[in-house]
């Protein structure tokens, strides 16, 4: 089947988990959006956007910040984030996403004021301590490597530096067919993870129905 048949199956729950199908499902909409039927919704994903505001809202950016944005999907936070910081940042590994947040955050590429790369978030390209804070939204529950991601995002901010993560509740209503794919946490075993990152603190917040967890760097 083409992917708009596949992505109609897929949303109505109709593809067997761990199936090729499924996962083509998964990766075409979500884990590595592609095509015009996947990735085209990202340039408007009106369901993220209580993600968006909430992750902006704990981020408390300030035009002092240096920003950087891990699985930046269309870009919308990184385009929020720059009407205040004057710099920024981002890593996707997908190549559409990238072109999105291009597109949308043209004038601030060409300014000079927004850096973005396609790579692995396992591996970031930047130096030590290069950010004062940092942010990942609705794409933590697709990372491998937890603990190995967390810590390169640790080395990469600043003394005092912060990090926002936003990602699934386990058995939550939201993870909708996408559910068998993510990878959820309790409260305790992800504070747990930032903590053996190299974070001095961490919190983990469930009451707005998604799991927020903020990190600080001492």
């Given at each position: 089947?083409?992917?708009?048949?596949?992505?109609?199956?897929?949303?109505?729950?109709?593809?067997?988990?761990?199936?090729?199908e499924f996962e083509r499902?998964?990766?075409?909409?979500?884990?590595?959006?592609?095509?015009?039927?996947?990735?085209?919704?990202?340039?408007?994903?009106?369901?993220?956007?209580?993600s968006f505001a909430l992750?902006?809202?704990?981020?408390?950016?300030?035009?002092?910040?240096?920003?950087?944005?891990?699985?930046?999907?269309?870009?919308?936070?990184?385009?929020?984030?720059?009407?205040?910081?004057?710099?920024?940042?981002?890593?996707?590994?997908?190549?559409?996403?990238?072109?999105?947040?291009?597109?949308?955050?043209?004038?601030?590429?060409?300014?000079?004021?927004?850096?973005?790369?396609?790579?692995?978030?396992?591996?970031?390209?930047?130096?030590?301590?290069?950010?004062?804070?940092?942010?990942?939204?609705?794409?933590?529950?697709?990372?491998?490597?937890?603990?190995?991601?967390?810590?390169?995002?640790?080395?990469?901010?600043?003394?005092?530096?912060?990090?926002?993560?936003?990602?699934?509740?386990?058995?939550?209503?939201?993870?909708?067919?996408?559910?068998?794919?993510?990878?959820?946490?309790?409260?305790?075993?992800?504070?747990?993870?930032?903590?053996?990152?190299?974070?001095?603190?961490?919190?983990?917040?469930?009451?707005?129905?998604?799991?927020l967890a903020v990190a600080?760097?001492?």
């Amino acid at each position: 089947m083409d992917d708009e048949q596949l992505i109609e199956e897929g949303l109505a729950d109709r593809l067997a988990a761990g199936s090729p199908e499924f996962e083509r499902f998964v990766d075409i909409t979500a884990r590595r959006p592609s095509g015009d039927a996947g990735a085209g919704h990202y340039r408007d994903p009106k369901e993220h956007e209580e993600s968006f505001a909430l992750a902006l809202s704990a981020l408390e950016l300030t035009p002092a910040d240096r920003y950087v944005e891990l699985c930046f999907g269309g870009g919308q936070v990184l385009e929020r984030a720059l009407e205040t910081v004057e710099r920024a940042a981002g890593i996707d590994h997908s190549p559409d996403m990238l072109a999105l947040a291009l597109e949308l955050n043209a004038d601030a590429v060409t300014a000079g004021r927004l850096e973005l790369v396609q790579g692995d978030v396992h591996e970031l390209p930047w130096a030590d301590g290069e950010f004062t804070c940092a942010a990942c939204t609705n794409a933590f529950f697709f990372i491998e490597r937890p603990g190995a991601f967390l810590a390169e995002v640790r080395r990469v901010l600043a003394p005092r530096g912060r990090f926002v993560l936003l990602t699934a509740v386990r058995d939550a209503a939201w993870n909708g067919p996408w559910a068998p794919a993510l990878r959820t946490y309790e409260p305790d075993t992800l504070r747990s993870l930032l903590l053996d990152a190299g974070f001095a603190e961490a919190s983990v917040d469930e009451s707005s129905g998604q799991q927020l967890a903020v990190a600080a760097v001492r």
